[in-house]
């Protein structure tokens, strides 16, 4: 294979390959200036017409990942992740779930591009969705769509996920 730019093509297809939910964490913190790169990475991500309707909140207060994990029982070890990520999008643009889902992917890849490992919690449409909101005073405006915990991988807590092989998703030219 003739890759045209071989150093970022191999190591961004690494990343991608090797990203994988860590829900398990060590107590250890992640430097506030890898949390701004990785947000910072999230606000690249595409949108419909650039409409960038996302507004991000950091929490790294323990009372309040707790109130998190207690409001989204689907997401309970977020009280042990060293930070969440809240993406929430505005309610009255279209591609708000698409544009908000690209950037939390783009927060996923960057964290552990840094070696931080991260779990995307289900936000849009979840009964917890606006009690989260409220917890962080995001206006009506905006709605959640996806919380990201993260924090130091414990090894032991990783669990890798099977794939569905290619061949029986791809089709060339058409289904058959
Ligand atoms: C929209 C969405 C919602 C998710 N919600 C949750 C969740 O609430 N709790 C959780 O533990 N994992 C959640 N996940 C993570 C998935 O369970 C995980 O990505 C999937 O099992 C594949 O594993 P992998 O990320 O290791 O490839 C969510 C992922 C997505 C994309």
Known sequence: ???????IANFGITIIQSRHSVRKFKEEDIPS???RKALECASKAPTGKNKQPWLFVIIKNKGTLSEIAKLAPNGRFIEGAAVGILVFGEIDWRFTVEDCSAASENLLL?????????????????????????????PETHKLVSIIAAGIPD?????????IPL???VFFEKYQ
């Open 155 to 163: 090894i032991g807590g990783i669990n890798l996920t099977e794939k």
């Open 110 to 138: 960057a964290l552990h591009a840094y070696g931080y490992g991260g779990c995307w919690i289900a936000g849009n449409q979840m009964p917890y969705a606006d009690a989260v909101r409220k917890l962080t005073n995001i």
């Open 33 to 35: 200036e890898f949390v």
């Open 167 to 169: 061949d029986k998703l």
């Open 1 to 7: 294979m003739n890759v045209r730019n071989p150093g």
